[in-house]
């Protein structure tokens, strides 16, 4: 069974940082083989792709709304996707969730399109 944990998640201060973790277990193939991505909601909002990092983690894609804040990030021995999240806003509060697919790597503008999901770790950013 394909499992996508997300941790890191919490309350942080308007312009502040947190850094989120994926790990992965229960695959099929092997973990290098996924593109991997995150995706938020916020209240009341469409899931929304902010960041996705191919298999072999030398490219990556970001939304217009986190270039140049945000950076994601692989590891590969450790099964592991990060999501490094710099100068927060309030209007980033929401569930955060990692998102795994392995013969092509979806658009952000395409969740529908990945396989396997995780349950999510809620940033809270008070205003």
């Known amino acids: 069974q394909v499992q996508l944990v997300e941790s890191g998640g919490g309350a942080v201060e308007a312009g502040g940082s947190l850094r989120l973790s994926c790990a992965v277990s229960?695959?099929?193939?092997?973990?290098?083989?996924?593109?991997m991505a995150w995706f938020r909601q916020a209240p009341g909002k469409e899931r929304e792709g902010i960041a996705r990092i191919r298999p072999g983690g030398l490219v990556t894609d970001y939304g217009n709304s986190v270039k140049g804040r945000l950076t994601i990030s692989r590891d590969n021995a450790k099964n592991t996707s990060y999501l490094q999240m710099n100068t927060l806003k309030p209007e980033e509060t929401g569930m955060y969730y990692c998102a795994a697919a392995r013969t092509f790597c979806p658009r952000l503008s395409a969740p529908d399109m990945f396989d396997f999901w995780g349950q999510g770790t809620q940033v809270t950013v008070p205003s």
């Open positions: 229960g695959l099929t193939f092997s973990y290098s083989d996924y593109c």
